[in-house]
Nanobody, 122 residues
Framework: QVQLVESGGGLVQPGGSLRLSCVAS????????MGWYRQAPGKQRELVAT???????NYADSVKDRFTISRDNAQNTVSLQMNSLKPEDTAVYYC????????????????WGQGTQVTVSS
């Protein structure tokens, strides 16, 4: 009923930049918080950054001052600008959205994208 599709991953050298994008589609009535998470091999999924509908931002300490999250409420999109990338940023990145559906306006459900690989290596 709701789909999230990410794009923009790839291979980049240390110190480089990448921009990830995610678009939500389907029977969406309202979206509150959107965000990005990542999961490296052998590790648990961790929060990277979140943004509320009003634009309030929250970042993991490891990415502060390097990553910037933004969103377009009209287009149901969220983006992550990643600068000064480090090898430890290598992971599969997932976008998330807390969605209220037209078919159930009583609650919000968290949806996830399929993930996009980011590899930082020389």
């Amino acid at each position: 009923q709701v789909q999230l599709v990410e794009s923009g991953g790839g291979l980049v050298q240390p110190g480089g930049s990448l921009r990830l994008s995610c678009v939500a589609s389907g029977k969406i009535f309202h979206i509150t918080t959107m965000g990005w998470y990542r999961q490296a091999p052998g590790k648990q999924r961790e929060l990277v950054a979140t943004i509320t509908r009003a634009g309030g931002r929250n970042y993991a300490d490891s990415v502060k001052d390097r990553f910037t999250i933004s969103r377009d409420n009209a287009q149901n999109t969220v983006s992550l600008q990643m600068n000064s990338l480090k090898p430890e940023d290598t992971a599969v990145y997932y976008c998330s959205a807390d969605v209220m559906r037209y078919t159930d306006t009583r609650t919000y459900y968290r949806y996830w994208g399929q993930g996009t690989q980011v590899t930082v290596s020389s």
